[in-house]
């Protein structure tokens, strides 16, 4: 691992224990009692946050509080146009990434991966270890492993597609998840799903960064409005976290509802996401089918 991939590991440590601590602390420690607590000085702690979001914010702590979530319903939900298709192609923007993506017809996907190579390998990201699959055709498996480990990560993936041939082949994977985790550049998406976790899915990429949308909301647009559960479980069985932005759905309550790789990841995502877009405005995510 090269000194920029342990600086992020470290770095997602320190927000993972700074959510700690203000949950211990009632939310309402200063940023000098956070940064004590952690041992650090409130100056090194700025320097950690910035390095880690890639700009200066000027509210710590308000990014990383449980109670962020709520905020971001009230203040930054978006509804989403309903649409009734399901889109096997489409295109939409992350910041400056451009993002391509690609559908698996559901004949394909009845085989379970049946004579599909998928390649795979280990990356350092924003929020720890990460696991990224992909085909020929673009990204189709993105893990996170800092709360549930390598090996069940691993083995979680893999059972989405048993019969797939899996190569370790990190060097073919590496423009696409470096282009993903720097949100620059191009990268491309593989949806490996039934018909309706990829209408779901589709939905959640109309999600601009920054904001969030419920399950029920979700249930709306693909024109299931009584879907409410399996929309969830759709989201809950998304393959490609962060750019597919399961993190992004949340229950009508402002509650965080589940997250596939823990809570902590999804919260840290939250935070990052409304600290870059808050501190740095960007390009909303604008899909296109």
């Known amino acids: 691992m090269n000194i920029e991939a342990r600086e992020n590991t470290y770095h997602y440590g320190v927000m993972r224990r700074a959510i700690e601590l203000i949950d211990d602390g009632g939310g309402d420690l200063t940023l000098e009692q956070l940064a004590a607590r952690m041992d650090m000085s409130p100056a090194h ?12 914010p000027k509210r710590y702590q308000q990014y990383l509080r449980l109670g962020h979530a709520k905020a971001l319903l009230r203040d930054r939900f978006t509804t989403l146009q ?11 923007r992350l910041h400056d990434l451009f993002l391509r993506w690609e559908a698996m017809s559901p004949g394909e ?6 004579g599909l190579r998928i390649f795979w390998g280990w990356f350092d990201s924003p929020f720890g270890l990460a696991l990224v699959m992909g ?3 673009g990204i189709c498996g993105l893990a996170f492993a800092a709360e549930t480990g390598a090996e069940p990560a691993m083995a979680d993936m893999r059972a989405r597609w048993p019969q797939a041939e899996f190569v370790e082949d990190p060097a073919a994977l590496r423009p696409l998840a470096e282009a993903a985790f720097a949100q620059k550049g191009e990268t491309a998406l593989h949806m490996i799903g039934a018909p ?13 960064s920054g904001h969030v949308t419920t399950y029920s909301e979700l249930a709306q647009a693909i024109g299931s409005p009584r879907a409410v559960r399996a929309v969830g479980t759709a ?26 790789w823990g809570l902590p990841v999804k919260r ?9 877009d808050e501190e740095s405005p960007a390009q909303e995510v604008r899909a296109a089918g």
């Open 45 to 56: 702690f700025q320097r950690l946050f910035s390095a880690w979001v890639g700009v200066s």
């Open 82 to 92: 309903a649409s009734h298709a399901v889109g096997l192609s489409g295109s939409g």
């Open 109 to 114: 996907y009845a085989r379970k991966g049946d």
């Open 135 to 137: 085909t020929q055709k």
């Open 196 to 208: 309706l976790q990829i209408k779901v899915w589709e939905a959640l990429l109309r999600v601009p």
């Open 235 to 260: 989201v809950g069985r998304n393959p490609v976290s962060w750019l597919i932005p399961c993190h992004r759905a949340l229950r009508k309550s402002g509650a965080l509802g589940g997250y596939h």
């Open 268 to 276: 840290a995502m939250l935070a990052y996401e409304a600290a870059r």
